[in-house]
Nanobody
Framework: QVQVVESGGGSVQPGGSLRLSCGVS????????MAWYRQAPGKQRELVAS???????RYADSVTGRFTISRDAAENKVYLQMDSLKPEDTAVYYC??????????WGQGIQVTVSV
């Protein structure tokens, strides 16, 4: 069973920064895609950022220029650097390890709160 574990969430004021980490129990390059999603109260889960095992990155329009997804092969972790945070970034953030669209593994989620 693959385990996916997020860390690094918390509360921050608007304009602040946070870095989320995602560790997996298997070599992350064995997955086609590593991704971050988020779900705000009353809303559907949405893709925030993703990176393929070849390094292709994709971002939601709402976070482009503010968030950066990266990988550390030595640590076997995926990171989401979040800068210039806004109140609308408040959500539970989830890491997803995807082998293909039908085989994937979610983390338990971690809260990010942006407020004054």
């Amino acid at each position: 069973q693959v385990q996916v574990v997020e860390s690094g969430g918390g509360s921050v004021q608007p304009g602040g920064s946070l870095r989320l980490s995602c560790g997996v129990s298997r070599n992350m390059f064995s997955f086609n895609v590593m991704a971050w999603y988020r779900q705000a109260p009353g809303k559907q889960r949405e893709l925030v950022a993703s990176v393929t095992n070849r390094g292709y990155k994709r971002y939601a329009d709402s976070v482009t220029g503010r968030f950066t997804i990266s990988r550390d092969a030595a640590e076997n972790k995926v990171y989401l650097q979040m800068d210039s945070l806004k109140p609308e970034d408040t959500a539970v953030y989830y890491c997803k390890a995807e082998s293909n669209p039908r085989i994937f593994h979610w983390g338990q989620g971690i809260q990010v709160t942006v407020s004054v």
